[in-house]
Every structure is written in structure tokens, then in C-alpha cells.
């Protein structure tokens, strides 16, 4: 199947099911960050994933998915035992630039650089200022020290990503809202691509089929 270039005219993207392995699951690329080709792409279970600053933007639909559901939720003795000493004060939506900064400036095995660019930045903090993204915030003595972000449409979140700058600080917090989300009635959490530090937490991959229903539905 062919890559397609988005026309920066239209928020429309070619169906999810065109991103082929031989493609390395890129659909498109092109277009940019404005809110409403950010919504429609998540809608549609695509995700932009950029190769680095100044190129083309490339969006994703890869297959299988990896999902996290309420019911496969796993949180490890050991950060049970960490999260009952109440070592972190959590928050929400307080620092979202902040922690996707972070996020963009820690270090990933086998990732020589990042993939959160400015403009990637300046287009969720729009999509945040508009109530679409939202940051969870681990805080230690007055300064951020973990947490995560992603974008929630309806009744479903889709992860971006974390980081922590103390031990147990992502974990801590991924935890604490993951329970907190699956209370309030969210399925699942969409985690894009496998992760061994969100295989722990019982995020699973499913076909990218099942995948698509389940945002349908």
C-alpha cells in the first residue's frame, strides 16, 4: 500500500487499515498540529510519531495495538508497598508543557533522540488549552518529579508518554490515574506500541481490527 500525503487543506486521513508492516505501519505523513487534525487522527485510531525536528510529520496506525484494559489492570506488590508510603503529592493538568518538556528530554534505551518536537509541543499545548490533553503530575517537595500525558476523546484516553526523574515517580502516578480512570467508568487505555514497563501493568497487544471497533464503540 502507499504512504499518502496529507493535503494541508484538509483534516481528512486515509482509513487506519491502509498502514501496512511493509511500511513500517506509517500511513501518511505531512500536515501539521492544528487541534482538529490531531482530533480526527485519534478518532480514527492514528497517532502522529515524527522521525525528528524540520521533517515531514509521519503518522502511525500500527497492528497489532497495545491496550490496556480495565480488567487486565496489574499493579505489582512492590509498587503497592511504594504507593502506600505516599511519597508523591498527584496532580492534574497543572504543569502540562512541563511535563511534556520532560517527557521530550528523557533519555530512552535504543532512542538516540526524541520524538516530542517544539511543534509537536506547541500544537498538544493547544490541544491541552482546549480540554482534548491532559498531564498527571507526580510532585516531591514542591517540584515535578513524574507523570504523563496523553489525549482523551469521549469515553477513551490514548497515552503518549512519561518519564520520572526519581525512582518510581512514573510508576507511582501511571498507577495511582489508571486506577483512578477505570473507577470512573474509562474501558481502556490505549498505549500505541508495546512497552515492557506497561506489559507489567497488563496492557496486552490486540489486532488492530479489535482495536478499531473498540473506538468505534
Known amino acids: 500500500m502507499p504512504i499518502y500525503r496529507l493535503d494541508d487543506n484538509s483534516f481528512a486521513f486515509p482509513p487506519a487499515e491502509e498502514a501496512t508492516e511493509d511500511n513500517d505501519w506509517i500511513l501518511a505523513i505531512g500536515g501539521d498540529y492544528h487541534p ?5 487522527a485519534y478518532a480514527q485510531g492514528i497517532f502522529p510519531w515524527p522521525i525528528q525536528e524540520g521533517m515531514p510529520i509521519t503518522w502511525f ?11 487486565d489492570l496489574h499493579i505489582p506488590k512492590s509498587l503497592l508497598r511504594t504507593l502506600k508510603k505516599d511519597l508523591f503529592e498527584y496532580r492534574v493538568n497543572t504543569a502540562f508543557e512541563d511535563v511534556m518538556r520532560a517527557c521530550a528530554t528523557t533519555p530512552r534505551p535504543n532512542q538516540p533522540g526524541t520524538w ?11 490541544l491541552h488549552r482546549l480540554g482534548f490533553a491532559h498531564s498527571f503530575e507526580a ?5 515535578l518529579v513524574g507523570g504523563f500525558y496523553g489525549v482523551a476523546l469521549g469515553n477513551c484516553f490514548f497515552g503518549e508518554s512519561m518519564f520520572a526523574r526519581v525512582p518510581d515517580a512514573s510508576k507511582c502516578t501511571f498507577a495511582t490515574f489508571a486506577r483512578y480512570l477505570f473507577d470512573k467508568g474509562l474501558p481502556w487505555i490505549d498505549c500505541q506500541t508495546y512497552t515492557d514497563h506497561l506489559a507489567r501493568f497488563g496492557a496486552k497487544e490486540i489486532p488492530r481490527a479489535e482495536y478499531l471497533e473498540m473506538l468505534q464503540t
Open 36 to 40: 482538529k487534525r490531531l482530533i480526527e
Open 139 to 143: 510532585w516531591q517537595n514542591g517540584q
Open 116 to 126: 516530542i518536537t517544539n511543534d509537536l509541543i506547541k500544537g498538544y499545548c493547544e
Open 61 to 71: 496506525s500500527p497492528d497489532p495495538r497495545f491496550v490496556l484494559k480495565a480488567a
